[in-house]
């Protein structure tokens, strides 16, 4: 079993691109179903993170394909960085 505070803790990476997108901010559950529905990372800072951010990254429970014991690997084809000068 896996607790949400340690899904907060690891990297969360795009396996189209191998590039980093953060750490998990939120998760959005179904009640209903009592399932995760989908996870929400921060979006990219637009000048080095000082001055505002962009809107936040939406990743649906569908596109998680592998949960790491450092790193949760998401499957993001449509998701392009706006932020080219973002340093990882």
Do not use: C, H
Request: glycine share 10%.
């Amino acid at each position: 079993m896996v607790k949400i505070s340690d899904l907060r803790m690891r990297e969360v990476i795009n396996v189209m691109n191998g590039k980093k997108l953060g750490l998990i901010k939120d998760i959005e559950i179904d009640l209903d179903a009592g399932r995760i529905k989908s996870v929400v990372l921060p979006g990219n800072g637009k000048i080095l993170g000082l001055f505002g951010r962009n809107d936040d990254v939406v990743v649906p429970w569908q596109k998680i394909k592998k949960l790491g014991m450092d790193v949760i690997l998401v499957e993001l084809a449509d998701y392009t960085d706006t932020n080219q000068s973002m340093l990882y």
